[in-house]
């Protein structure tokens, strides 16, 4: 069982900048992949960002320049850097972890809330 808890959402003014963390219970990044997703009211949820276990990346395209996503393997945490936020952004914020072979073995975050008002 992997546990995953976000932190580091809250407001911030259109053109702010945020960053989440994505702390995993064990060293689990060799073995999964890593993806940060997003869900608006009203809307599906949907991928912003993935890092897999050899440190690719692939972004969303309506965050692609804006958001980074990283991780540290000592300390077993990944990161989202948002930068040049925009009120479209707002939105739970979800960590995921889903298994590169037994990818059944797939697991979630609680979420964090991003608000971009001024």
């Known amino acids: 069982q992997v546990q995953l808890v976000e932190s580091g959402g809250g407001l911030v003014q259109p053109g702010g900048a945020l960053r989440l963390s994505c702390a995993a219970s064990?060293?689990?990044?060799?073995?999964?992949?890593m993806g940060w997703y997003r869900q608006a009211p009203g809307k599906q949820r949907e991928l912003v960002a993935v890092?897999?276990?050899?440190?690719?990346?692939n972004y969303a395209d309506s965050v692609k320049g804006r958001f980074t996503i990283s991780r540290d393997n000592a300390k077993n945490t990944m990161y989202l850097q948002m930068n040049g936020l925009k009120p479209e952004d707002t939105a739970v914020y979800y960590c995921?972890?889903?298994?590169?072979?037994?990818?059944?073995?797939?697991?979630w975050g609680q979420g964090t809330q991003v608000t971009v008002s001024s």
């Open positions: 995921n972890a889903r298994h590169t072979i037994a990818t059944m073995l797939d697991y």
């Open positions: 064990g060293s689990i990044f060799s073995r999964y992949a």
């Open positions: 890092i897999i276990s050899g440190g690719s990346t």
